[in-house]
C-alpha cells in the first residue's frame, strides 16, 4: 500500500528595503549617521541635535567693547568738528589736561584723598551692612528690631540727611564717611537679607536631620546659599560708594575729585570736569569689574548662564 507523504511548502518572507526618511537639505537640527548593521549603503536619521539657548562662552575683555565704542565715537565727532570743544572737549585735550595736572601733583594728591574716603566709607557700612543682615536674618526678634528701622532708613534721600549731618558731625571728614557708610550698608543688607530669607527650607530642615551645630549650619548652609545674592549687593554698595562721593567732595572741601571738578565750574574749565568724570568712571568700571572676577572665584561651584 502506498503511502502518501504530504510536504508542506513554507515561503520565507521576503525582505523589504525601507526607505530612511528624506533628510530636508541644509536642516542643522538633524544629522546623518550611518547604521553598519543596516546593511552597506543603508543611511539612519540620527537624533536632532540640541537647538543652543544659551548665550555662549563668555569672551575675555569683552565689557570693554562699549566703553572703547562710545570713546571711538567721541573722537570720531571731535575731530570732524561736530562736537563743539567749549561744550565736549575732545579726548586727547581731557588726556593732555591729566598729564598736566598729574606732572603738578595736583590730581595725584585729589586722586589718594578721593581713594582714601571712599575706602573709609565702604569697609565701615559693608561690615556694617552684613552684620546687620546676619542678625535679622537668621532671628526673628532681629528682624522684628532692625528690617523695619533699614526699610525706614532706606526711604529717607541718603543726600538729603547731609545738612542734619554737618550739624550733627561738622564740616569735616567724619560726615563725609558716614554718608558713604550709609549709602553701602543698605544695597549689602537688602540683598543679602533677602538671599538669608530665600534659602530653601527644605536644606534647613536636613541640617536639622543631620544634626548639625549652629557654626556648621551657618557655614555649611547659610554661607553658600546668601553669597550670589551678598555680591549683587556688594556690586551695588561700590557704585553707590563713587555716587555719593562726587557729591560730598563738592561740600566744604579743599581736596578731591569732586573739588577739583567744582573749582573747575567757576573758571569755565570743561576739560577738568570731563576728566575727573572720566576717572569716577573707570573707577567704577575697574571695581565692579573686581568685584565680578572675585565673584566668579568664589562661586566656582555654580553653573549658571554668566559662567
Given at each position: 500500500?502506498?503511502?502518501?507523504?504530504?510536504?508542506?511548502?513554507?515561503?520565507?518572507?521576503?525582505?523589504?528595503?525601507?526607505?530612511?526618511?528624506?533628510?530636508?537639505?541644509?536642516?542643522?537640527?538633524?544629522?546623518?549617521?550611518?547604521?553598519?548593521?543596516?546593511?552597506?549603503?543603508?543611511?539612519?536619521?540620527?537624533?536632532?541635535?540640541?537647538?543652543?539657548?544659551?548665550?555662549?562662552?563668555?569672551?575675555?575683555?569683552?565689557?570693554?567693547?562699549?566703553?572703547?565704542?562710545?570713546?571711538?565715537?567721541?573722537?570720531?565727532?571731535?575731530?570732524?568738528?561736530?562736537?563743539?570743544?567749549?561744550?565736549?572737549?575732545?579726548?586727547?585735550?581731557?588726556?593732555?589736561?591729566?598729564?598736566?595736572?598729574?606732572?603738578?601733583?595736583?590730581?595725584?594728591?585729589?586722586?589718594?584723598?578721593?581713594?582714601w574716603r571712599a575706602v573709609q566709607g565702604f569697609a565701615i557700612?559693608?561690615?556694617?551692612?552684613?552684620?546687620?543682615?546676619?542678625?535679622?536674618?537668621?532671628?526673628?526678634?532681629?528682624?522684628?528690631?532692625?528690617?523695619?528701622?533699614?526699610?525706614?532708613?532706606?526711604?529717607?534721600?541718603?543726600?538729603?540727611?547731609?545738612?542734619?549731618?554737618?550739624?550733627?558731625?561738622?564740616?569735616?571728614?567724619?560726615?563725609?564717611?558716614?554718608?558713604?557708610?550709609?549709602?553701602?550698608?543698605?544695597?549689602?543688607?537688602?540683598?543679602?537679607?533677602?538671599?538669608?530669607?530665600?534659602?530653601?527650607?527644605?536644606?534647613?530642615?536636613?541640617?536639622?536631620?543631620?544634626?548639625?551645630?549652629?557654626?556648621?549650619?551657618?557655614?555649611?548652609?547659610?554661607?553658600?546659599?546668601?553669597?550670589?545674592?551678598?555680591?549683587?549687593?556688594?556690586?551695588?554698595?561700590?557704585?553707590?560708594?563713587?555716587?555719593?562721593?562726587?557729591?560730598?567732595?563738592?561740600?566744604?572741601?579743599?581736596?578731591?575729585?569732586?573739588?577739583?571738578?567744582?573749582?573747575?565750574?567757576?573758571?569755565?574749565?570743561?576739560?577738568?570736569?570731563?576728566?575727573?568724570?572720566?576717572?569716577?568712571?573707570?573707577?567704577?568700571?575697574?571695581?565692579?569689574?573686581?568685584?565680578?572676577?572675585?565673584?566668579?572665584?568664589?562661586?566656582?561651584?555654580?553653573?549658571?548662564?554668566?559662567?
Open positions: 500500500m502506498a503511502e502518501h507523504v504530504s510536504t508542506a511548502v513554507v515561503t520565507a518572507p521576503v525582505p523589504t528595503t525601507q526607505q530612511p526618511p528624506a533628510v530636508p537639505p541644509g536642516d542643522p537640527t538633524v544629522t546623518p549617521s550611518a547604521d553598519l548593521s543596516a546593511g552597506p549603503g543603508a543611511v539612519v536619521v540620527g537624533r536632532a541635535r540640541a537647538r543652543r539657548l544659551a548665550p555662549g562662552p563668555r569672551r575675555p575683555y569683552a565689557r570693554l567693547l562699549g566703553p572703547l565704542l562710545l570713546v571711538a565715537v567721541w573722537a570720531g565727532a571731535s575731530g570732524a568738528g561736530v562736537l563743539d570743544p567749549r561744550v565736549l572737549p575732545a579726548p586727547w585735550t581731557v588726556l593732555h589736561t591729566g598729564a598736566h595736572l598729574w606732572t603738578e601733583g595736583t590730581l595725584r594728591t585729589d586722586l589718594a584723598t578721593s581713594l557700612g559693608l561690615l556694617a551692612g552684613v552684620v546687620l543682615a546676619l542678625v535679622a536674618g537668621l532671628s526673628r526678634i532681629g528682624e522684628a528690631l532692625i528690617d523695619g528701622t533699614v526699610q525706614v532708613n532706606r526711604a529717607v534721600p541718603t543726600l538729603g540727611l547731609i545738612p542734619l549731618f554737618i550739624l550733627w558731625l561738622g564740616i569735616g571728614e567724619t560726615f563725609k564717611v558716614v554718608i558713604i557708610a550709609i549709602v553701602v550698608y543698605i544695597p549689602v543688607y537688602l540683598n543679602l537679607h533677602a538671599a538669608l530669607a530665600g534659602i530653601d527650607s527644605r536644606y534647613v530642615e536636613l541640617a536639622e536631620v543631620l544634626r548639625l551645630s549652629r557654626w556648621q549650619f551657618v557655614r555649611q548652609v547659610v554661607i553658600p546659599g546668601a553669597l550670589p545674592g551678598f555680591f549683587v549687593g556688594l556690586r551695588l554698595a561700590v557704585t553707590g560708594s563713587w555716587l555719593s562721593l562726587v557729591v560730598l567732595e563738592q561740600i566744604n572741601a579743599t581736596n578731591g575729585l569732586g573739588y577739583m571738578m567744582f573749582q573747575a565750574q567757576n573758571y569755565g574749565q570743561t576739560d577738568v570736569i570731563v576728566l575727573g568724570l572720566l576717572i569716577y568712571g573707570v573707577f567704577g568700571f575697574a571695581s565692579d569689574s573686581a568685584v565680578r572676577l572675585l565673584e566668579r572665584r568664589v562661586l566656582v561651584w555654580r553653573r549658571s548662564l554668566s559662567s
